[in-house]
């Protein structure tokens, strides 16, 4: 199993980014996805989850800000950030709790992260 993110970049304070994350390979079905980031010096914090029925989660620094979505279709997450803060630059991750084709067992997948810099 495989996901890729993709969307990250530079952008002003106040600013939006949209990031993308697709998952491939080995997938019988997907339990639930999510954003984490990790900033310089920082542990990896959760950012937004989502399960396979659509129940959201968010951490209390990007409620109201940030929108987490997901195509189950296409097995792609998606994060909308709005009204971005130089606080919020970090590496982002996806990560995606995936019940795999061989053997049916669950495992979690990590992205390869994707940076995200607010500063003007």
């Known amino acids: 199993v495989q996901l890729v993110e993709s969307g990250g970049g530079l952008v002003q304070p106040g600013g939006s980014l949209r990031l993308s994350c697709a998952a491939s390979?080995?997938?019988?079905?997907?339990?639930?996805m999510g954003w984490y980031r990790q900033a310089p010096g920082k542990q990896r914090e959760l950012v937004a989850s989502?399960?396979?029925?659509?129940?959201?989660n968010y951490a209390d620094s990007v409620k109201g800000r940030f929108i987490i979505s997901r195509d189950n279709a296409n097995d792609t997450m998606y994060l909308q950030m709005n009204s971005l803060k130089p606080e919020d630059t970090a590496v982002y991750y996806c990560?995606?709790?995936?019940?795999?084709?061989?053997?049916?067992?669950?495992?979690?997948?990590w992205g390869q992260g994707t940076q995200v810099t607010v500063s003007s």
């Open positions: 990560k995606a709790v995936v019940r795999i084709t061989v053997g049916f067992n669950e495992y979690d997948f």
């Open positions: 390979g080995s997938i019988f079905g997907i339990k639930a």
């Open positions: 989502i399960r396979s029925g659509g129940t959201t």
